[in-house]
């Protein structure tokens, strides 16, 4: 028997952009057990979901690719609402889903497990150069598209605004990061960072079955491990890739770029990085913080 996962605090703020519709939160209702994947762009979301699907269904054979059985929720990328709805509501058991708004931008839901991950912020802004590359729809006036001088400067000074927040920033990344993971909103957040997990992948499955409450044995641990890492993923895009085969994404294949770390080695300045380093410290003044959103590792998380 399902229980609706009742409300204990509702949405604080809306927003949207160019996929991002909160109009398409009503395709999930939420039942408690439920997962809710909560992520900025380019931080394993797809990784983690993927994972933590694998886990409610009891290893890798799922009945239906990932992104039906787990979608992007409030993101619009063609698939009618309808037919979210319905994949959603056929869904026996525990159900993931993902979203990359922050956590002021959604209900707080009782029995609902939700999962953040981040990564450092350098690390996502060479990611999503190559992602939006692979987007047919992404022109090629598109801000991060341009040489790597003059897209670093609009990562670095760009704005975040809730009506336009697929417009991804540094200062949108550090909203994301304040919203969910330090403003005590949801007291049984899973925090995770991606530097953690690609250091030891199966660790990484243990502790989230455990953030997520599933019983999971060793041998399921080691399935799920095998199937989720970098090359076992990229080799089967269909499965995996959100609306793969719609001609979406330029390549499928490309959705899975690198599973690297410091991917900005060698390709900003010295100026550039101290840059940076000014920025994020005005966005996000407590160091702790800060060297947690970089690098990951143990970290008291405190509201601040």
Not at 68 to 82: F, H, I, M, T
Not at 130 to 141: L, M, Q, S, V
Not at 201 to 220: E, M, S, T
Request: glycine share 8%; with cysteine.
């Amino acid at each position: 028997m399902h229980i609706k996962a009742r409300v204990l605090a509702p949405a604080k703020h809306i927003y949207r952009g160019v996929i991002t519709n909160p109009d398409r939160w009503a395709t999930w209702l939420p039942r408690e057990g439920d997962i809710l994947v909560c992520t900025p762009s380019k931080c394993g979301t797809t990784w983690t979901q993927t994972i933590l699907t694998m886990l409610v269904h009891g290893g890798p054979d799922l009945p239906a690719p990932v992104p039906v059985l787990s979608p992007w929720v409030d993101a619009d990328l063609g698939v009618p609402p309808e037919e979210v709805a319905a994949a959603l509501a056929g869904q026996s058991g525990r159900r993931v889903v993902k979203t990359h708004t922050p956590a002021d931008g959604f209900p707080v839901w009782q029995g609902v497990n939700v999962v953040a991950v981040y990564r450092h912020p350098l690390d996502m802004f060479f990611s999503l150069r190559k992602h939006t590359a692979n987007r047919r729809d992404a022109g090629d006036d598109h801000a991060t598209l341009g040489p790597v001088s003059e897209a670093i400067d609009s990562f670095l000074e760009g704005s975040a605004e809730a009506v336009d927040f697929d417009k991804d920033t540094l200062a949108s990344m550090v909203h994301h990061f304040r919203k969910t993971a330090l403003s005590g909103r949801l007291p049984k957040l899973g925090l995770f960072h991606y530097a953690d997990m690609i250091r030891d992948g199966r660790a990484a499955v243990k502790v989230l079955a455990r953030a997520a409450g599933i019983a999971a044995d060793p041998a399921v641990i080691d399935a799920v491990t095998a199937a989720t890492t970098f090359g076992a993923m990229k080799a089967n895009p269909a499965q995996y890739v959100p609306v793969a085969g719609t001609g979406f994404w330029k390549s499928d294949v490309a959705f899975f770029d690198s599973s690297s770390s410091r991917k900005w080695e060698g390709q900003l300045s010295e100026d550039q990085l101290a840059r940076y380093h000014a920025q994020l410290e005005l966005l996000l003044p407590d160091a702790g913080a800060r060297n947690w959103l970089e690098h990951g590792g143990p970290w008291n998380r405190q509201a601040r």
